[in-house]
């Protein structure tokens, strides 16, 4: 009876692992909207010649690849500025298929037409542009509709072009436009049309037939009002709420119809330039958000109503804030990620204290942001420094990659059926996985 037990509970470890090990990676921010994943039997450290296989891209782009079951689906840009979205084989890397959305790269600064991440539901998966090109496909590659936001809306006000990603969550299809509501004539995308609102707009995966769609306020100035952040879904004292970051705010909104049922003011100091990259993320009844340039990162208790901005912060961190990587909360852990220092802190979820911090290797900064499983976190910096850390008690670097003359790196890493995915500006590389 003794040796039966064991190997049930052998048998269940196994099948507990496989399972860990199988989790998709469906959206920007993986399966928890957190950059978590419970996938194990990753490797510590990633080289080149140790790569399960490489895929050749046809341009750069801060995409970052969604996986589901056998299939990898990556955003990116080519030298004749169309605008595609590929799919890839997960075991061996042969290109399945690959679909031109729109024509009409640009970029501006760091940025191009081919920022947003895509999204999967193991249904479909649905690839946004930064032009307001919205489509979705089969996992063969056939078309099953699409549309545009630009042409339904207007073009999107922001100056460094769209770069917030698709969300699905809750049978809804969610699109953030947070844009300045007065364009200047010399805006990237200026259409002729100067004014403009920032909303919410919710779509049925299924049909992209437009569910509700949400004015969000703010009274910011100028390029304050922008935001290139993801919301989050968010399950409280609320019930079922829409996290959002922009405009100076974070606030709570109804899944229902958009309505807004909070927000609050991330610091005192106004700025015309203070736009918001990050996007929020949250763990067992906080939601942190975090401001730009230098502003701290904050937690706010959960469950307000109206102005929350001097009733529920919970703390404040302004030690070595983020200005555009996204924290990663993984295993009870909060990190914050400075890309531009490159210096990585653990902090307490609950008080915001410090457990430690450390500089990660590398020449340029982190546009990325930490991804953390099996132990780890995953980085890769813009000339293409890929880190592994220790995501335990104390500041330990597990090893380091450099993806020589592949740069600029934007992309944030994914972890998907045990394996590791990184994304540079020339190819996708898959690392561990049997």
């Known amino acids: 009876m003794k040796r039966i037990a064991s190997l049930l509970a052998a048998l269940a470890c196994g099948t507990a692992a496989l399972a860990a090990s199988g989790e998709n990676w469906p959206q920007w921010r993986g399966p928890n909207f957190n950059g978590s994943t419970k996938a194990t039997g990753l490797p510590a450290s990633v080289a080149k010649e140790d790569a399960k296989w490489v895929a050749a891209l046809p341009g750069k782009s801060g995409a970052t690849p969604v996986v589901w079951g056998d299939h990898v689906f990556v955003s990116s840009a080519d030298a004749q500025r169309q605008l595609n979205l590929l799919c890839f084989d997960r075991a061996s890397g042969k290109p399945l298929w690959a679909q031109t959305v729109a024509v009409g790269d640009k970029e501006v600064g760091r940025n191009n037409m081919a920022a947003p991440s895509p999204v999967t539901d193991g249904k479909r998966v649905i690839a946004l542009f930064g032009t307001g090109d919205l489509v979705a496909f089969d996992f063969a590659g056939k078309e099953l509709w699409r549309r545009n936001l630009g042409k339904d809306y207007g073009s999107f006000g922001i100056m460094w072009l769209y770069g917030s990603s698709p969300l699905l ?127 701290p990162v904050v937690a706010f208790k959960d469950g307000g109503k109206g102005n929350v901005t001097d009733t529920h912060v919970a703390w404040r ?118």
């Open 169 to 295: 969550t809750d049978g809804q299809l969610i699109i953030p436009v947070l844009q300045r509501d007065e364009l200047p004539p010399d805006y990237p995308l200026f259409d002729g049309k100067p004014q403009r609102e920032s909303f919410l707009l919710s779509l049925d995966p299924a049909t992209g037939k437009t569910l509700w769609k949400q004015v969000r306020a703010t009274d910011s100035t100028k390029e304050s009002h922008e935001s290139y952040a993801t919301p989050i879904p968010y399950a409280g004292k609320n019930g079922e709420e829409l996290i959002v970051v922009g405009g100076d705010h974070v606030s709570g909104h109804s899944l229902k119809d958009g309505t807004e049922l909070w927000r609050a003011r991330l610091y005192e100091k106004r700025d015309d330039w203070y736009r918001i990259v990050t996007s929020p993320v949250a763990y067992d009844g906080l939601i942190y958000a975090s401001g730009p340039k230098g502003q």
């Open 317 to 434: 961190f302004a030690e070595n804030p983020t200005d555009w990587s996204t924290p990663l909360v993984y295993d009870g852990k909060l990190f914050v990620l400075d890309g531009n220092k490159r210096v990585i802190t653990r902090l307490d979820p609950k008080t915001g204290e410090k457990k430690w911090s450390g500089k990660l290797a590398g020449s340029g900064p982190i546009w990325g942001s930490p991804t953390g499983a099996d132990g780890k976190i995953y980085v890769v910096s813009e000339d293409g420094m890929a880190s592994v850390v220790d995501a335990g008690d104390e500041f330990k670097v597990l090893g380091t990659c450099l993806f020589d003359g592949e740069g600029p790196c934007k992309s944030s890493v994914t972890v998907a059926h045990g394996q590791i995915f990184i994304r540079t500006a020339k190819n996708l590389y898959a690392f561990g996985g049997k």
